[in-house]
């Protein structure tokens, strides 16, 4: 039986797009079943839609500053929906821990870093104001604490001479789009918990 997977968006969804094109494959452990998003134009929602993947938004924009009452009502779609696992791909909103842990072992994202190197925000700027030589992407289980879960994979790339925040950004998503696929197929198959 495939895993029921539902993905999280907030704008265009390149690595939602990579998750939609790895679940075609017949072999491939997981269902994508929905994609969600809190901003009602997020260009990836058309992209699903495309697809033949179901859509929904719940805008956090009503919600105000009540991030639970927020995270409840995604939890509720999610539900309906029968969703095993949860998949973050640009989704620009902080989960509570009481979500977090609703889905904990079932909750995964895409960090553009080399966690635990680079929490946060502005990873590209901050790598190569740092000098770093080596820089990439992380997929990991979601926890409380902000990009601090267990990694369930990851990969460098290095940071060339006159390397500019773009550049490093675009070699960065190439990796994203190649490990976050067998991350999902890892966690569906039930090789890494976490």
Wanted: aromatic letters at 4%.
């Amino acid at each position: 039986m495939k895993k029921r997977v539902a993905i999280l968006i907030s704008g265009r969804g390149s690595n939602m797009a990579a998750l939609i094109d790895a679940a075609k494959d017949p072999a491939y452990p997981a269902e994508i079943l929905l994609v969600l998003s809190n901003i009602a134009d997020a260009g990836g929602l058309e992209r699903a839609r495309e697809a033949g993947i179901a859509t929904e938004v719940v805008e956090h924009k009503p919600f105000g500053k009540d991030r639970a009452a927020f995270d409840r009502a995604v939890h509720a779609v999610l539900e309906r929906h029968r969703t095993e696992i949860v998949c973050l791909a640009g989704f620009l909103r902080l989960l509570t821990p009481w979500f977090v842990e609703r889905w904990s072992g079932r909750l995964i994202n895409i960090h553009p870093s080399l966690l635990p190197a680079l929490k946060g925000l502005d990873t590209h700027a901050r790598a190569l104001a740092a000098g770093a030589t080596q820089h990439g992407a992380t997929v990991h289980f979601v926890v409380p604490e902000l990009d601090s879960g267990p990694i369930i994979a990851q990969e460098s790339v290095p940071v060339l001479p006159g390397d500019t925040e773009d550049t490093l950004a675009a070699r960065v998503l190439a990796v994203e789009h190649r490990i976050y696929p067998l991350a999902l197929k890892r966690v569906a198959q039930g090789d890494v918990a976490g």
